[in-house]
């Protein structure tokens, strides 16, 4: 265990003595202990007892130094010094102090104005970042300094986000030729390296003495709010997560469970469990403070192709529900309904979906106590020292429910906390049985869903689940929809296709002939991935197949600057 990875000593005691002292105010230089701390947070093993092992080129030090804390073993942030003592934090605990749940988990970053109550959005592309090969993942960091892309040459390229914007660095002529005469900036490209397959030393044979890695395509990516570490999938069902902020792209622990390509990576609000979906049909929950398999998803009826939490606020499909999955059979989609305990009418399926049967007095008992449980649970997500207010939780996501989309069409509802799934979305009759993304709505209450046909289809957890509440349609020459994003506004919803991005209005009225704005950028190729920062300033949207349909692509990541639209109507 090297120096790097972990607190040294001084910084442990300081630590306790300020947690026994309840002292508010933090170490002088708290910023760059939890730096160090976090990089590595993986451990193979975390004990009950850990004793401290004896270093015969060291000096003993006092007994207090290899006293042990452990609070949590499941759920937790791992701490050592170079004696080897271990300090585990859990992040449900009271006892933690304030300073240290301060640098532990994403910030809060506020929205741009009126963006979460416009009109509509003026998205506008400027930055073009090119690259050799399909790009088949994209991720950010929290606050937007590093863009990290990966793609189908198994190379995995870090961007600043800041210069890209700034334009220092102009396309040449030669490449503003495909885009728009808006975007005339490129990707200022910092460093790169290999998403490489870690392999045994008794695998190692080369000819000429010198190794050559295993390379491995890129689809998927999951970087750290603040680029402390990066964790990419590889064709081969293994996570690696490697270092950013020094020694870029050293692996610093491998995640094998898998079987096959990990084609999701998604990371909790704390940054502490991972979501991991993979083409040999489960998701799997690591704990990353011990690196270790916490519970495995299984029933899913294709290859994974998308896993999203719920956004704070939404229906409460979640614990106690007591639903069966549905078969999944081509001749029953879209005719079988969801049945609740018939015994707990509180918790039935006519409480949380919608019931016709149902009287007007005992549907708003439940709208309430559905809203009680639903500000109970997001009171309980709010972590000591954070302020327990809306605009806090604008950027929070539920630590329970999550979906997840099969290549296959259809779409799961989870609770991390029980083994079954909680809901099956079908494939409705009529509809290709194809899906390469689905997204949550901003409050939490529609899923929508992207098909071959053009078109989208929007799912109302509030009614009944299994029958297409809304359908979007496309002109049929747009191609598949591959991607799917919402907006803050809880009114549009991002969707790409083959030919471009269009950015639908969901409540647009009948007399609206073109419900629909197409967004300049993108054009005559697949899209891989939609991602809009958590201000709404900013969108990325890259272009590739997955691994997927083996169309063509533009090989490229586009930026776009987001602006709304006040005040206009009939827009």
């Known amino acids: 265990m090297s ?17 026994e002292e309840d002292d508010d105010q933090g170490p002088e230089n708290e910023d760059d202990l939890f730096e160090d701390a976090l990089e590595n947070n993986i451990e193979e093993e ?20 290899e006293e042990v804390i452990t609070r949590s073993k499941s759920n937790g942030h791992v701490a050592s010094s170079n004696n080897g003592s271990h300090v585990v934090f859990d992040d449900s605990s009271n006892d933690i102090p304030d300073h240290v749940l301060k640098h532990t ?3 809060h970053i506020p929205l741009c104005a009126n963006t979460d109550c416009c009109e509509g959005y003026d998205i506008v592309p400027y930055v073009a970042a090119i690259h050799s090969c399909p790009v088949h993942a994209i991720d950010l960091s929290w606050e937007l300094k590093w863009m990290f892309t990966g793609g189908q040459d198994g190379f995995v390229r870090k961007y600043d986000f800041f210069a890209s914007v700034n334009g220092k660095l102009p396309l040449t002529v030669a490449q503003r030729h495909p885009f728009v005469d808006c975007v ?7 460093s790169y390296w290999e998403n490489e397959q870690p392999v045994y030393e008794t695998d190692i044979k080369p000819k000429d003495g010198l190794y050559e890695p295993k390379l491995s395509c890129v689809y998927s990516l999951a970087a750290h709010s603040r680029c402390l570490w990066l964790l990419s999938g590889l064709q081969s069902g293994g996570i690696t997560l490697m270092s950013v902020r020094h020694n870029e792209g050293q692996i610093q622990a491998y995640l094998e469970k898998h079987t096959s390509t990990v084609s999701v990576l998604v990371l909790n609000q704390w940054e502490n469990r991972l979501l991991s979906g993979s083409w040999d049909k489960t998701v799997n929950e690591w704990d990353l403070d011990t690196g270790n398999v916490v519970r495995t998803f299984e029933g899913i009826s294709g290859q994974v192709s998308t896993v999203q939490y719920q956004p704070l606020g939404g229906a409460i499909v979640s614990r106690n529900l007591g639903l069966e999955g549905l078969d999944s059979d081509r001749t029953a989609r879209g005719k079988e309904i969801l ?10 399926m006519g409480s949380l979906f919608g019931s016709d049967e149902e009287e007007e007095g005992e549907t708003e008992v439940k709208k309430e106590e559905v809203d009680v449980e639903a500000e109970k649970e997001a009171s309980e997500s709010v972590k000591p020292g954070d302020d327990s207010s809306e605009e806090a939780s604008r950027n929070a996501t539920s630590e329970s429910v999550f979906l997840t989309s099969a ?17 099956r979305i079908a494939v409705p009759q009529g509809t290709p049985p194809w899906c390469m993304s689905a997204c949550w709505s901003t409050d939490g209450d529609r899923i929508y869903v992207g098909r071959r046909n053009s078109t989208v289809e929007e799912f109302s957890l509030r009614g009944n689940v299994h029958v297409p509440s809304k359908v979007f349609k496309f002109p049929s020459v747009s191609g598949a929809v591959s991607t799917v994003a919402a907006m803050p506004n809880n009114r549009h919803v991002l969707c790409g296709s083959h030919d471009n991005v269009r950015l639908y209005d969901v409540q647009s009225s009948k007399q609206q002939a073109v419900p629909f704005w197409i967004v300049p950028g993108h054009q005559g190729g697949i899209l891989s991935s939609i991602k809009v920062d958590p201000s709404c300033r900013y969108m990325v949207t890259s272009s590739g197949d997955r691994g997927w349909s083996g169309t063509t692509s533009t090989d490229v990541a586009l930026v776009y600057e987001i602006d709304p639209i006040v005040g206009t109507k009939n827009l």
């Open 184 to 190: 005339t900036k490129a990707g200022v490209l910092t």
């Open 46 to 65: 975390v004990e009950d007892v850990v004793m401290a092992d004896a270093d015969e080129e060291e000096d003993d030090d006092d007994d207090d130094d």
């Open 339 to 348: 049945e609740g305990d018939e015994d707990d009418d509180d918790k039935s």
């Open 407 to 423: 290549i296959d069409g259809t779409v799961d509802i989870w609770d991390r906390r029980q083994q079954e799934r909680i809901a």
């Open 105 to 107: 988990g994403r910030k």
């Open 3 to 19: 120096k790097d990875d972990f607190l040294d000593d001084k910084a442990l005691n300081q630590l306790e003595e300020e947690d």
